[in-house]
């Protein structure tokens, strides 16, 4: 399954790079694309994952989930 995540504070493609790893970090997941220039990540995992836990995935960084 896929879900889209819009995320904001992204200006380069080391802050891409940043949230693909930490995106990937999260259990379940298989598939991460992350686009800087539109603000999103598409998400494929393997099981549902709450919007919660891409959040916390990206704690202690400059990045946030926008809801």
Do not use: Q
């Not at 891409?16 to 298989?30: D, L, M, N």
């Not at 990540?41 to 995935?57: G, T």
């Amino acid at each position: 399954m896929a879900v889209e995540i819009k995320i904001d504070g992204m200006k380069c493609e080391g802050c891409a790079t940043t949230v693909k790893e930490r995106f990937e970090s999260i259990e379940g997941v298989t598939n991460v694309t992350v686009d800087r220039e539109a603000k999103k990540a598409v998400v494929d995992s393997s099981r549902p994952i709450e919007e919660l836990e891409f959040s916390n995935a990206l704690a202690e960084t400059k990045f946030t989930v926008v809801k």
